[in-house]
């Protein structure tokens, strides 16, 4: 059985990021060092990074064909306004998954982290 332990995603402008995911969406940071920035989620259920670049990043476009799923245990109706309240311009609607209620938002390198209310 394989199981994924952790993900990591490159983006342009490491503090920026960092601002977006804690500010803004609320993340905590479990560790950083000039190279990352490591979060805790949902009481530190998940866990992943933003990072430089491990290879120049100019001219590609980033978070393509990327989605990062988190469960949330509150309303994600709720959710989505204080995010929204919180300056988040890029969530999409609510839409009803085989999962569970949920809603998309782009952070500022363009990859898809989907909130999910779990059934």
């Not at 940071?29 to 490591?38: E, L, Y």
Request: charged residues 30%; hydrophobic residues 40%.
């Amino acid at each position: 059985m394989k199981t994924l332990t952790f993900a990591s995603l490159q983006v342009k402008d490491l503090e920026a990021s960092k601002d977006f995911y804690e500010k803004k969406l609320g993340f905590e940071i479990g560790n950083t060092n000039p190279q990352a920035c490591i979060f805790k989620y949902n009481e530190g259920e998940a866990s992943f990074a933003i990072r430089t670049p491990l290879e120049p990043l100019e001219g590609k476009e980033l978070g393509v064909g990327v989605a990062l799923w988190f469960a949330v245990k509150e309303n994600v109706d709720e959710l989505k306004e204080k995010l929204i309240g919180n300056g988040v311009t890029t969530a999409g609607p609510i839409i009803e998954t085989p999962f569970g209620r949920a809603f998309h938002v782009k952070d500022i390198d363009g990859y898809k982290l989907t909130f999910l209310e779990t059934k």
